[in-house]
Antibody, heavy 123, light 113 residues
């Protein structure tokens, strides 16, 4: 069974940093692009970042570019999101999602999602 | 960025009746070279992560009941639930993956009338 499990969320002050992790199991992690999507409380979905199967290619939403870094460790079946210079408006549940099959770069649709980890940015 | 606009924002349908949700993109999300429509639909129930229903605008994900169907091309797309069941109460999102950044519609809240 495909599973992705996020961790690392919590309360952080504005300007602070946090690193999220996503542990994958039940599929060949190194063969799939991966993505992060976030959802502010009571709001809709916002794509945050994506990464190719090797990690060589990364892609970001404009709202996080320069502050967030997506990476992966295929030997550990784990996806990461390093978040720096956090802002109050970054408060959200962050979901890790597996990309659709067939390409080394992100396909762009997400067929398996974790339950998410809550990041709260507040003083 | 491509803006995705769903209509309506909220919808109440009787059990067993048809539910239709529309999604419009600010520019075409269809490829003329390979006739692919870069549009997907997700279902999100309260307290749960989104679940993939439809991709390539009309391909049903494995395990999704056949009462769910997707159609459309270019800038106009539709998700149809042919006979609404109680378990279909959820928020539904469309998303384009034609161009980065990937963008979602604002969501449609589907309820039972």
């Amino acid at each position: 069974e495909v599973q992705v499990l996020e961790s690392g969320g919590g309360l952080v002050q504005p300007g602070g940093s946090l690193r999220l992790s996503c542990a994958a199991s039940g599929f060949s992690f190194s063969n799939y692009a991966m993505t992060w999507v976030r959802q502010a409380p009571g709001k809709g979905l916002e794509w945050v970042a994506a990464i190719s199967v090797t990690g060589d290619n990364t892609y970001y939403a404009g709202s996080v570019r320069g502050r967030f870094t997506i990476s992966r460790d295929n030997s550990k079946n784990t996806l990461y999101l390093q978040m720096n210079s956090l802002r109050v408006e970054d408060t959200a549940v962050f979901y890790c999602a597996k990309d659709g099959p067939g390409t080394s770069n992100p396909q762009g649709y997400f067929d398996s999602w974790g339950r998410g980890t809550l990041v709260t940015v507040s003083s | 960025d491509i803006v995705m606009t769903q209509s309506p924002d909220s919808l109440a349908v009787s059990l067993g009746e048809r539910a239709t949700i529309n999604c419009k993109s600010s520019q075409s999300v269809s490829s003329t070279s390979n006739n692919l429509n870069f549009l997907t639909w997700y279902q999100q129930k309260p307290g749960q992560p989104p679940k993939l229903l439809i991709y390539w605008a009309s391909t049903r994900e494995s395990g999704v009941p056949d009462r769910f169907s997707g159609s459309g091309s270019g800038t106009d797309f539709t998700l149809t639930i042919s006979s609404l069941q109680a378990e279909d109460v959820a928020v539904y999102y469309c998303q384009q993956y034609y161009d980065l950044p990937y963008t979602f519609g604002q969501g449609t809240n589907l309820e039972i009338k």
